[in-house]
């Protein structure tokens, strides 16, 4: 069922009006327009742009998000199924997303072979700043093992 408003799903999601118009430019979102030339949303259109504004907290790109929509059907409402499918897609970026965040909490406060040396425990786990072999970045947090063989301690 299409017919509600801009401004009532705007009121509903609590997106601005400007963001729900710059969400259907990027084609985020469908509406029909009415005999009036209104936009006209259908209820699962509140869905979509939930979906829209958490996976934008999330850190998500408007190119990934749109991505992820496309899989949905454009003219109905989409079903548990549709649903589940988008979810098996996306749920595996929110997986490694999460794994990485976790990673980030618990490490955080110790070496994460990043090259600073700054903390005790670097010069443990990271002599001479050994992770650098490995590649750029906070080496440990990417997901490499500290070495912690007798060559990395002399």
Same mark, same amino acid.
């Given at each position: *069922? ?25 084609? &985020?979102? @469908? ?6 030339? @209104? ?54 970026? &929110?997986?490694?997303?999460? *794994?990485? *965040?976790?990673?980030?909490? @618990?490490?955080?406060?110790? !070496?994460?072979?990043?090259? !600073?040396?700054? &903390? ?27 070495? *912690? ?6």
């Amino acid at each position: *069922m299409r017919g509600i408003s801009i401004g009532a799903i705007a009121e509903r999601t609590g997106l601005s009006v400007a963001t729900i118009r710059f969400y259907e430019e990027r084609g &985020l979102v @469908h509406p029909e327009r009415n005999a009036g030339g @209104h936009r006209a949303f259908g209820r699962g259109d509140i869905r979509r742009l939930s979906f829209v504004m958490i996976a934008q907290e999330l850190g998500f790109s408007l190119k990934d998000i749109r991505a992820a929509l496309e899989s949905l059907p454009k003219r109905r409402t989409p079903t548990k199924a549709d649903w589940e499918k988008l979810s098996r897609a996306f749920g595996a970026e &929110l997986d490694a997303r999460i *794994m990485r *965040m976790q990673s980030l909490r @618990h490490r955080l406060d110790g !070496c994460i072979g990043c090259g !600073c040396l700054s &903390l005790e425990a670097c010069h443990l786990y990271n002599k001479d700043d050994r992770a650098a072999r490995r590649g750029q970045g906070p080496r440990y947090l990417r997901g490499d093992a500290p070495a *912690m063989d007798a060559q990395n301690r002399d």
